[in-house]
Nanobody
Framework: QIQLVESGGGLVQPGGSLRLSCTASKFSLDYHVVQWFRQAPGKEREGVSCISSRDDSTKYADSVKGRFIFSRDLGKNTVWLQMNSLKPEDTAVYYC???????????????????WGKGTLVTVSS
């Protein structure tokens, strides 16, 4: 059974950084579209960042552009979301998801995702 596992969440002060990771079992993340979503309490799930399988190009939500960096480690079957200059409004459960059929990254396209992790909680608070 294919599983995605996120890690790296936690409590951080505003302005701080966290690095989330997502690894897969029985599946390679290396050449598929992978996307990070988040869902804050009482809010809808939103796409945060995604990486294309075509050329590893990335896209970011306007709210995180310039602060978050999505990268892929081909040798370790892992993707990373480096989150810098965190704000209280970044508080959410963060999920990684993979689109096994697509090649282009469509930010927020949750219906295209075939597998999801269970999420990791990020809390930004002083």
């Amino acid at each position: 059974q294919i599983q995605l596992v996120e890690s790296g969440g936690g409590l951080v002060q505003p302005g701080g950084s966290l690095r989330l990771s997502c690894t897969a079992s029985k599946f390679s993340l290396d050449y598929h579209v992978v996307q990070w979503f988040r869902q804050a309490p009482g809010k809808e799930r939103e796409g945060v960042s995604c990486i294309s399988s075509r050329d590893d190009s990335t896209k970011y939500a306007d709210s995180v552009k310039g602060r978050f960096i999505f990268s892929r480690d081909l040798g370790k079957n892992t993707v990373w979301l480096q989150m810098n200059s965190l704000k209280p409004e970044d508080t959410a459960v963060y999920y990684c998801a993979v689109d096994t059929y697509g090649t282009d990254c469509l930010l927020g396209s949750s219906d295209d995702m075939d597998y999801w992790g269970k999420g990791t909680l990020v809390t930004v608070s002083s």
